[in-house]
């Protein structure tokens, strides 16, 4: 096995579970297609990035932009948008070293950690959801807290963890595998099976699909909102961890810089869809490693780093370009077989009837896609 | 007070862009703020950011000493872009300071906020990121003093001790770990960049951009040695820089094959692998800046341009606090 192939099944191991059981062409074949493109290029173009180490750098470089895309994904599928994930990274890096400091053994300490960044998500979902302000506006505030809180208690100096221990979430490896991309891919494949095979996943995608006919059918708005949004701030929090192990430093600035937005990207790149509804782990898993391979791609292949905004911005348009005609042709396809056979009920028709029939992960309506 | 001690002259542009033609610091002349003959003149500070260590130990200097000087002094914080800062020198303005310490937050820009403190007749002194001077000179701009670090002589100084470590004719495959979008950080980069090419097989291959954050130096630095097996040099050129180039290697394990020359990481020894870092003082420039500004304010002349050399640690030494790239 060529070591491309080994990074790519790494790459597979993450989200593969999701993809199982499906009839048609999964939807993230598209993007997968892409992604698949970009990493044969990037290996023409360097020797050195078709190797195991580099294929563990990009995945260990990516896996907090993958962290921040999975907890995105569920606030997205909802029909809300968290933009205090960056900032959360930066609080909860600050108060773990901060709690080590204070002589808190180092698990004790990122697991407190990791349940201020959830508190921060679980207020989001207040804010969301019984004080009504919208999502945009409820995380952007929320956000400006996270980004002072560890300037304020810090001073801006950064801290230095001393616990060895620590070391191991961000640098350790498990049987091989870097501790980040493990992590990740455990929550992702945990993330997946829950928003398929529980009926709180369901009712996410059933308040992203049609909120007033979720609540009508019995949806607990309330519990479901909360929930994603602590999940979020759960995987912000992860997030944080990693960044402040890999550092051995809790730097107050840290993740204020591109990691939102890519993680935002990543999701939407993915097939998640920014109005709610649409879209699984799988894609979002991929449209995070599509980011990150092409990050560390270009500076692999050494180009200059004016560049590098521009290439990402046109590979993530090429990206969507590119699943987006797949769906139309597929839909003109199926709208095609309809039209052939009037008399048996095809299934965009069933779609439309009731509101729930699109709440169910990877049955819902395709021809609704606006992505 | 003898700040009626010289000739009063003429404030406003004519004079302003005589001065810019001038270059000089003979602005000892122009009539200073009324504010400045109170007991106890405001100075206002205009800093990027307090993300930075180094603009902490600035901060924290230019309060203290100011406090000592028989100042009050005023910091204004821009979050690093260049419009915030433009509004928080009006706002200076508005509140008439008797002058201005301002560390631009980018070169360029920076033109536009000396212009307006020109106009209000406030007495400008730059430090740490030197204003453009075409900017300047196309605004008929000027300020009375800059200081700060040599940064040029920085890169060189790193440079030269590399040579002196690895021996002038070392096989030297160097990728530095900058900031392209900034003027001190590529002319560290030069510095160090010509230091080497006195040796004929070194060469920087590669620079890529750090953006001053350690996450993000850690990442794109070990992008840059999975691209470059045989690389054998990191320069990081900025503190924050240098923490994320010494985790790159260590992670990748390569601490026995990678040496690391940086602009100082805070807080951090000199050992192993790191071999050598050069540090700024920025709490230092704080002084120097207010000290001069006593002078001018008393009517005495101060020379326009004040570069402080860098203090160079080498193995078994560590930057004491405030001592940072």
């Given at each position: 096995m060529s070591p491309t192939e080994k990074a790519q099944e790494d790459r597979h191991a993450t989200a593969a579970p999701v993809a199982v059981r499906r009839r048609r062409v999964p939807d993230e074949a598209g993007i997968f297609a892409v992604l698949v493109a970009v990493i044969i290029t990037l290996s023409f173009l360097s020797p050195s990035f078709r190797t195991v180490s580099n294929g563990f750098v990009l995945l260990v470089n990516g896996s907090v932009i993958m962290f921040l895309a999975l907890g995105q994904a569920f606030v997205l599928l909802t029909g809300g948008i968290d933009l205090s994930t960056g900032a959360n990274i930066g609080m909860t890096g600050v108060i773990a070293a901060l709690l080590m400091q204070l002589g808190l053994p180092w698990p004790i300490a990122a697991l407190l950690a990791v349940a201020v960044g959830t508190l921060l998500g679980f207020i989001n979902g207040v804010l969301v959801n019984f004080l009504r302000i919208p999502p945009f506006i409820a995380t952007f505030s929320t956000q400006g807290v996270a980004l002072a809180v560890p300037l304020i208690i810090t001073g801006a100096q950064s801290i230095s963890v001393h616990e060895i221990g620590f070391r191991w979430i961000g640098q350790g490896k498990v049987i091989g595998v870097p501790t980040p991309v493990v992590l990740v891919a455990v929550a992702a494949v945990i993330a997946a099976l829950f928003l398929r095979m529980t009926r709180l996943g369901v009712h996410i995608y059933a308040l992203g699909g049609n909120k007033a006919a979720a609540r009508l059918s019995g949806v607990n708005v309330a519990r479901t909102t909360l929930f994603v949004y602590s999940v979020s701030g759960f995987c912000a929090g992860m997030g944080g961890l990693i960044a402040t192990s890999r550092l051995m430093v809790g730097f107050p600035a840290t993740g204020t810089g591109n990691e939102l937005f890519y993680s935002i990207a990543a999701a939407v790149v993915g097939g998640v869809s920014l109005f709610g509804g649409v879209g699984t782990v799988l894609g979002a898993m991929i449209g995070a490693v599509l980011i990150a391979v092409v990050s560390n791609g270009m500076n692999v292949v050494n180009v200059q780093s004016y560049w590098q905004s521009l290439v990402i911005g046109v590979i993530i348009l090429l990206g969507v370009t590119f699943d987006t005609y797949r769906r139309s042709q597929q839909n003109r396809a199926v709208a095609r077989r309809s039209a052939a056979t009037p008399f048996v009920p095809a299934t965009p028709a069933g779609q439309s009837?009731?509101?729930?029939?699109?709440?169910?992960p990877g049955d819902h309506a395709k021809p609704g896609r606006s992505a | 007070m003898k700040i009626l001690t010289h000739k009063t002259l003429l404030a406003g542009t004519g004079l302003l862009a005589l001065l810019a033609l001038g270059g000089s610091a003979e602005a000892a002349g122009a009539k200073l703020p009324a504010n400045c003959s109170e007991a106890k003149p405001t100075i206002g500070v205009a800093l990027p950011n307090t993300v930075n260590p180094y603009y902490i130990a600035m901060q924290d200097s230019f309060k203290k000493h100011g406090e000592e000087l028989g100042y009050s002094v005023n910091v204004a914080i821009a979050n690093d872009n260049d419009s915030n800062q433009l509004s928080q020198i009006e706002a200076f303005i508005q509140q008439g300071v008797c002058a201005v310490a301002l560390n631009a937050v980018n070169s360029g820009p920076g033109a536009a906020s000396v212009r307006a403190l020109n106009d209000a007749g406030i007495p400008v002194f730059t430090v740490n990121v030197i204003v453009s001077p075409d900017d300047l000179k196309a605004q008929g701009a000027s300020y009375v003093q800059y200081v700060g670090a040599d940064q040029v002589a920085g890169g060189t100084q790193m440079g030269e001790q590399l040579l002196k470590d690895a021996g002038a004719d070392a096989k030297i495959v160097a990728g530095i770990i900058g900031d392209p979008d900034q003027i001190p950080t590529n002319q560290r980069d030069k510095g160090f960049s010509d230091a080497i090419s006195k040796d004929a097989n070194a060469k920087v291959v590669q620079t890529v951009n750090g953006k001053v954050d350690p996450n993000v130096s850690l990442q794109v630095g070990g992008d840059m040695l999975q691209g470059h097996p045989d690389m054998n040099v990191l320069f990081a050129d900025t503190g924050p820089g240098a923490v994320g180039a010494l985790q790159a290697v260590q992670q990748q394990g390569k601490a026995d094959s990678v040496k690391i020359y940086a602009f100082c990481a805070a807080d951090t020894a000199v050992a192993g692998n790191y071999m050598a870092c050069a540090a700024q003082e920025p709490a230092d420039y704080a002084r120097i800046v207010l000290d001069n500004l006593k002078k001018y304010l008393g009517g005495a002349d101060v020379p326009h341009e004040v570069l402080q050399p860098l203090k160079v640690f080498t193995t078994g030494q560590k930057p004491g606090p405030g001592e940072v790239g």
């Open positions: 009837a009731g509101p729930l029939s699109t709440t169910v | -």
